[in-house]
């Protein structure tokens, strides 16, 4: 427990540790967040194919 108070009141700046972590956290989150959006947009491309290729599919 006083080793979670210590770290609660520590005032020094972030050491590369620190900026590390951030960096890896911040760069899971793109990554996940390019590949939803690329499966979302080939879909939507797919989707759009379709319609071209047969305007009278159900979903055009």
């Avoid at 989707?47 to 599919?57: F, K, Q």
Wanted: overall charge negative; hydrophobic content about 60%; proline content about 2%.
């Amino acid at each position: 427990m006083n080793i979670l108070h210590n770290f609660i009141r520590e005032e020094e700046g972030a050491a590369a540790a620190e900026y590390a972590l951030i960096l890896a956290i911040i760069g899971s989150a793109i990554a996940v967040a390019a590949l939803l959006l690329g499966t979302n947009i080939g879909v939507a491309i797919t989707s759009a194919a379709t319609c071209v290729a047969n305007p009278s599919a159900a979903n055009c």
